[in-house]
C-alpha cells in the first residue's frame, strides 16, 4: 500500500532564509504527488502537484518541489520564506492503483521566525 | 478547479447526539472524499463516496458510526453518530478531477462535550 514520510514533525526557519521541506513516498508503478498547506484555523490549500513531466514543479507562493524517482521523493523548497509562510504542510500520494485515493504523511510545521 | 461548499464550518455538539455534515460541490465529479483530522494530526481518510452506490470505509471506519449518502454528483453528506469527545475533530470533504488534483472544503471543526 502507497505511504508517504515526512521526515521532518517541525522546521524553524528565520524570515528570508531558504527552507526545505522533505517528503518520501513508497514506491509504485506510477505516483502523482502533493504538497498541500493548511494555515491556522483553515482548510487545505493545493501549494503544487506532479501529475507527469517535468520533474521541477512550481507552485503558488515561490513554493517549488523536486520530484525524484530513483530517491522516491518530493521535497518542497522556498529559497526565501516569510513569516506569512508559518503553516502546516502536508505531502500527499495517490498511486495509480489507489481506487483514487490520497494518502497523506504525517505533516510539517513550519515556523518563520523574524 | 471545482469549488467546494462545506457547511457547518463549526459546531460543539452533546456526547449522544449525531451531526450531519454536508459537502456541495460546483461541478459534477465521480468520486468524492471524506477525511478526518484529528488535533495536531495528519489527514485520515474515512471514505470514498461514489453517486449510486454503497460508500467504500477504510479500515477503522464503519457505516453505523459514519452513514455517507450521495444522491448526485454533486452533493454528499457525512453523519457522526452518537459522537463522544474521541469525535472532536475536523472533518473535511475533498473531490478530485483528472488533471487538477484533489481539491478540499474548508472544513467542519467538530467539538463533541
Known amino acids: 500500500a502507497q505511504s508517504v514520510t515526512q521526515l521532518d514533525s517541525q522546521v524553524p526557519v528565520f524570515e528570508e532564509a531558504p527552507v526545505e521541506l522533505r517528503c518520501n513516498y513508497s514506491s509504485s508503478v506510477s505516483v502523482y504527488l502533493f504538497w498541500y498547506v493548511q494555515y491556522p484555523n483553515q482548510g487545505l490549500q493545493l501549494l503544487l502537484k506532479y501529475l507527469s513531466g517535468s520533474t521541477l514543479v512550481k507552485g503558488i507562493n515561490g513554493f517549488e518541489a523536486e520530484f525524484n524517482k530513483s530517491q522516491t521523493s518530493f521535497h518542497l523548497r522556498k529559497p526565501s520564506v516569510h513569516i506569512s509562510d508559518t503553516a502546516e504542510y502536508f505531502c500527499?500520494?495517490?498511486?495509480?492503483?489507489?481506487?483514487?485515493?490520497?494518502?497523506f504523511g504525517q505533516g510539517t510545521e513550519l515556523s518563520v521566525k523574524p | 478547479s471545482a469549488v467546494i461548499s462545506q457547511k457547518p464550518s463549526r459546531d460543539i455538539c452533546q456526547r449522544g447526539t449525531s451531526l450531519t455534515i454536508q459537502c456541495q460541490v460546483d461541478?459534477?465529479?465521480?468520486?468524492m472524499f471524506w477525511y478526518r483530522q484529528q488535533p495536531g494530526q495528519s489527514l485520515t481518510l474515512i471514505a470514498t463516496?461514489?453517486?449510486?452506490?454503497?460508500?467504500?470505509?477504510e479500515s477503522g471506519f464503519v457505516i453505523d458510526k459514519f452513514p455517507i449518502s450521495r444522491p448526485n454528483l454533486t452533493f454528499s453528506t457525512l453523519t457522526v453518530s452518537n459522537m463522544s469527545p474521541e469525535d472532536s475533530s475536523i472533518y473535511l470533504c475533498?473531490?478530485?478531477?483528472?488533471?487538477?488534483?484533489?481539491?478540499f472544503g474548508s472544513g467542519t471543526r467538530l467539538t463533541v462535550v
Open positions: 475533498s473531490v478530485s478531477r483528472t488533471g487538477y488534483g484533489y481539491t
Open positions: 461541478s459534477q465529479v465521480t468520486m
Open positions: 500527499a500520494a495517490k498511486g495509480n492503483n489507489q481506487g483514487g485515493k490520497l494518502i
Open positions: 463516496a461514489n453517486q449510486g452506490s454503497e460508500a467504500t470505509y
